[in-house]
Nanobody, 123 residues
């Protein structure tokens, strides 16, 4: 199983970024996918997840209304559109594959993790 996260970078507050997570090595459309993030000195935290069809999603309160998760099962890719970025969004963002088709914010329900992509929001 491989999960390749990309799209991170250095942006200013208020800017947007779109992260991608390209997956391979498993039946992509059987499983939910999530994004987590970890800031320096902090624990990993849940950001958002999407079920196998893309019809069910969860969002952390801190990103609701600003971030949107989506997936393209034909391309084996999940996206994270991040708008109105804030300095507190600075972190390494990881995508993860769930143990089932159901979206969940519980990190213990995810079995495969990508290598992460750095997002830095700073003026």
């Amino acid at each position: 199983v491989q999960l390749q996260a990309s799209g991170g970078g250095l942006v200013q507050p208020g800017d947007s970024l779109r992260l991608s997570c390209a997956a391979s090595g498993f039946t992509f459309d059987d499983y939910a996918i999530a994004w987590f993030r970890q800031a320096p000195g902090k624990e990993r935290e849940f950001v958002t997840s999407i079920d196998w069809r893309g019809g069910g999603t969860y969002y952390a309160d801190s990103v609701k209304g600003r971030f949107t998760i989506s997936r393209d099962n034909a391309k084996n890719t999940v996206y994270l559109q991040m708008n109105s970025l804030k300095p507190e969004d600075t972190a390494v963002y990881y995508c993860a594959v769930a143990r089932s088709s159901a979206a969940t914010p519980n990190a213990e329900r995810y079995r495969y993790w990508g290598q992460g992509t750095q997002v830095t929001v700073s003026s």
